[in-house]
């Protein structure tokens, strides 16, 4: 809460030093991150999978779909936006944050490219309708959190 004389929370938002800071140098950083993160996206999700890892993502990717496909769709959406959040909190760390962005990001990869396998699908093309969705997004902008800081 703001003390007496301070300035509250929207005038902090809209301040003008703010906002040149958010654009000028933290704008970019964040872009820069964020592509980074897309481009490693697409490599590791078309490199082959390394011994029995292609057997461990889709196991993973089948006992997932088991448990969440009964589920409503309201609950399905609920679950893919709080898992996106509980990965962008992991990831904001300043100490682990780049580390655990790269977890992260390898980790999703190879599991979009099991689901590729699944479907008959080209990685390229799963991680395209990834991008569409807006959940994607909270996921792959994490890194604004520790690049920013």
Do not use: C, H, K
Not at 129 to 149: C, H, M, R
């Amino acid at each position: 809460m703001a003390q007496p004389g301070e300035p509250g929370v929207l005038q902090r938002l809209f301040d003008g030093a703010l906002l040149t800071d958010i654009l000028t140098r933290r704008l970019p950083v964040w872009a820069l991150v964020f592509g980074i993160e897309a481009v490693l996206f697409f490599l590791i999700a078309n490199l082959p999978f390394l011994p029995g890892e292609q057997t461990r993502y889709l196991q993973s990717v089948n006992s997932s779909r088991a448990s969440f496909e009964p589920q409503s769709i309201p609950f399905q959406i609920a679950s893919i936006f709080w898992n996106n959040e509980q990965i962008a909190i992991q990831d904001l760390s300043p100490l682990t944050g780049p580390f655990e962005l790269f977890l992260t990001s390898y980790a999703t990869a190879r599991t979009i490219e099991a689901i590729a396998v699944q479907a008959s699908a080209t990685p390229n093309s799963e991680l395209f309708t990834l991008y569409l969705l807006p959940d994607t997004w909270i996921e792959v902008s994490t890194g604004t959190g520790w690049s920013a800081s």
